[in-house]
Every structure is written in structure tokens, then in C-alpha cells.
């Protein structure tokens, strides 16, 4: 690269480090059955850092600083936070708990903050949240709702299996992980760094 040429690219640079937020905040979806759907939003938010963009990733239904996310994104702070609002074990679908009811509920008020209110998140990212609405913990309206009233400068990403098809329709850009093939079919468990 010539002097010229690195020149622009520093004041390019400059330019884009220096920004806060998005001229533009749409929704998305990473919903299915395949695996991947938390890796992307995982994906755009270390995306946004590098722009120095602020992210938050509520995680419902999940809890426990186990998980590899919660320690890489240690790294990244305070441009990416995560915020668990689950227990550290998976929820029992026909007796969810009033623990699990609450924390989950205290996930969607601080969503809600987060979405409508003056901070300078960039992107949200609300994780499995397709599931806790499936669950019966979240109602579909209640997203609904914190879509229509987000800023119109944040990016908001929803992750987790079956998506209400309400959501899917006002979505800006929905994508569908589709299972092919998957080697827990073959015994083989969640692996440290890659599942967790």
C-alpha cells in the first residue's frame, strides 16, 4: 500500500472507530433446528465492536458463566456485555419455576430499557428468545411490541428455534438453520469451546 493509499485508509479508519451508533437499526432472525443460531448474533455483535459499536446480549433460558461466551466476551468489554437470564440448567417445560419465570422476566424489562430507552446500545441481541416465548414465559405480543417501539438506531437480533411467524413478518432479515446433519446422533457430546 502506497502513502497515498494508507493515508485514506487511516482517516477511513478514524472515521468508522469513532462511530457510536447505527444510522439505521432493522431485525433480524436466526431461528431452526440447526446449530448456529447464537454463534451469528454472537458473530454481528463482535462485528459491531470492531466499529466501536456497544452491544447487549440478553440470554434467556441460559445461565452459569460455564458457557464460552461469557468468558470471551470479558474481553470485549464494555463494548459487548451479556446479561444471563436463566438458570444454569435447562428449564423443565411442563413445571418451569417461578425462579426461572421471574429472572427470565427481569431479561425482557431490562430488553425493554435497553430497546426504547436513551443508552447507547447499538445492537441487542435476545438470545433463545424464541424459545421462552414457545415456552409460555414471553408472549409473542410483548415482542412485538418492543419491535415496533425500538429506537429506530438500534439493531435488534432475535435468536432461538420456532419463531412465532408474527415476528418472522416484520422481520427485516430472517435466516432458517437448517439441521443436515448433526454429530450428536452419534453420541457425541457438547464439546468445550464449541457447544460451550
Known amino acids: 500500500m502506497n ?7 487511516n482517516n477511513w479508519f478514524k472515521e468508522i472507530s469513532s462511530r457510536k451508533s447505527l444510522e439505521i437499526g432493522l431485525v433480524q432472525v436466526y431461528t431452526g433446528n440447526g ?3 447464537t454463534t451469528a448474533a454472537l458473530g454481528q455483535a463482535l462485528r459491531a465492536s470492531g466499529h466501536n459499536i456497544k452491544s447487549l446480549i440478553i440470554q434467556f433460558l441460559k445461565g452459569g458463566s460455564y458457557s464460552g461466551e461469557v468468558k ?4 470485549c468489554a464494555p463494548l459487548i456485555k451479556i446479561y444471563q437470564a436463566g438458570s444454569p440448567f435447562f428449564i423443565n417445560k411442563d413445571k418451569i419455576s417461578e425462579k426461572d419465570m421471574d429472572s427470565n422476566r427481569k431479561g425482557l424489562a431490562l430488553a425493554e430499557d435497553a430497546a426504547c430507552g436513551e443508552n447507547d446500545t447499538g ?11 414457545n415456552l409460555g414465559i414471553i408472549k409473542t405480543e410483548e415482542i412485538i411490541k418492543l419491535i415496533k417501539n ?3 438506531d438500534i439493531e435488534l437480533i432475535l435468536t432461538g428455534r420456532n419463531a412465532p411467524q408474527e415476528i418472522l413478518d416484520i422481520a427485516d432479515l ?4 437448517k439441521e443436515i446433519k448433526h454429530y450428536y446422533n452419534k453420541n457425541i457430546p457438547s464439546r468445550t469451546g464449541i457447544e460451550k
Not at 3 to 9: F, G
Not at 72 to 75: H, L, P, T
Not at 174 to 177: D, P, Y
Open 3 to 9: 502513502n497515498k493509499n494508507l493515508s485514506v485508509h
Open 35 to 37: 446449530k448456529g443460531k
Open 72 to 75: 470471551a466476551v470479558e474481553n
Open 123 to 133: 445492537i441487542l441481541v435476545l438470545d433463545e428468545i424464541n424459545v421462552a416465548i
Open 150 to 152: 425500538k429506537r429506530p
Open 174 to 177: 430472517v435466516t432458517e438453520m
